[in-house]
């Protein structure tokens, strides 16, 4: 697993406004690319941006099974407190896949999970439920989504995850790839 780590921080001097400027920086993650926002800072002097290493996260997929059954799994690896979070992950039913299973490593007391099956596709998805937070204690954790198979092997390749998380320190992070 491969971490990217970067917060941001800002010092406002007298008489300045801080506001978001988007997004600074896009780097690959393996399969994953994480999209980090930064504040800039306007003074009398000017505009300027201050990055400082605080929180970090990581993710990590793997797909595992035989022709008959397949699993997806994404990990996160977090250095901070998660306060929201939500991830799908959407599984192409190109040789008749059907759902076998939805399960995360996260008390359920914390997060909501759930799956539709649209014909073409399941879609499985995990959200944080309001007012909880995911303890930097429960971090690495997993989500995965379970799926059998007619006997004839899926690529995985059309399959995809989508991540949306946010860490206790402010930082927003967006992964998303193919398994």
Do not use: R
């Amino acid at each position: 697993m491969q971490a990217q780590t970067a917060t941001t921080s800002t010092t406002p001097a007298t008489n300045s406004a801080t506001m978001p400027i988007g997004t600074v920086t896009t780097t690959p993650l393996g399969t994953a690319t994480t999209t980090l926002l930064t504040v800039a800072t306007a003074t009398s002097t000017g505009i300027s941006s201050t990055t400082s290493t605080t929180s970090s996260i990581g993710v990590s997929v793997l797909a595992s099974g035989n022709s008959w059954f397949l699993s997806e799994e994404v990990a996160l690896n977090c250095s901070a407190t998660v306060t929201n979070i939500s991830i799908m992950t959407t599984v192409q039913k190109t040789v008749g896949a059907s759902f076998n299973g939805i399960w995360n490593t996260i008390s359920t007391a914390s997060i909501t999970q759930s799956y539709i099956d649209n014909g073409a596709h399941i879609i499985y998805t995990w959200s944080k439920i309001n007012g909880q937070t995911v303890p930097i204690s429960q971090c690495t954790f997993k989500m995965a989504a379970d799926f059998n198979l007619l006997g004839t092997a899926q690529p995985t390749s059309g399959d995809n995850y989508l991540v949306n998380i946010e860490m206790m320190t402010g930082q927003m992070y967006a992964f998303s790839g193919s398994f």
